[in-house]
């Protein structure tokens, strides 16, 4: 029972540790890449977490609903990497656009991969 509890106590202290070791190995010179790979790691650093809140119970999570904003931040980052490589713009979406490496689709893809992990840890076996 002990080990369980240090377990519990210490495991989103070593996770923590490692995101922010690994944040840093990320150069920022990669553009929008950079900020991509680093929600990417923050993401998978909260999934990673998900078993031990008992986030994986299949009862607990409504996986029909969670699909929607997964999905609308997809095609958000998308439209947001073809705007910032110059390939698309629309002139009534400009509120969206990246022009320059700031920390918006760092915490888009950041809750995309958490939201992924969820969906991933909760899917039905087949």
Not at 2 to 7: E, G, N, S, V
Not at 15 to 34: E, K, Q, R
Not at 90 to 95: G, R
Request: aromatic letters at 10%.
């Amino acid at each position: 029972m002990f080990i369980r509890k240090l377990m519990i106590a210490v495991t989103p202290l070593v996770v923590c540790a490692l995101v922010c070791i690994l944040f840093s190995l990320i150069p920022t010179t990669l553009g929008f890449a950079s900020g991509f790979l680093r929600g990417l790691l923050i993401g998978l650093g909260m999934g990673a977490l998900l078993p031990l809140a008992h986030g994986a119970r299949k009862q607990n999570v409504p996986r029909k609903i969670l699909w929607l904003p997964a999905a609308f931040l997809s095609i958000l980052l998308v439209y947001q990497y073809l705007t910032f490589e110059g390939m698309l713009s629309i002139p009534a979406l400009y509120f969206l656009n990246v022009t320059v490496v700031d920390s918006r689709h760092m915490i888009e893809t950041s809750i995309l991969t958490f939201l992924s992990c969820l969906l991933f840890i909760t899917r039905k076996p087949a």
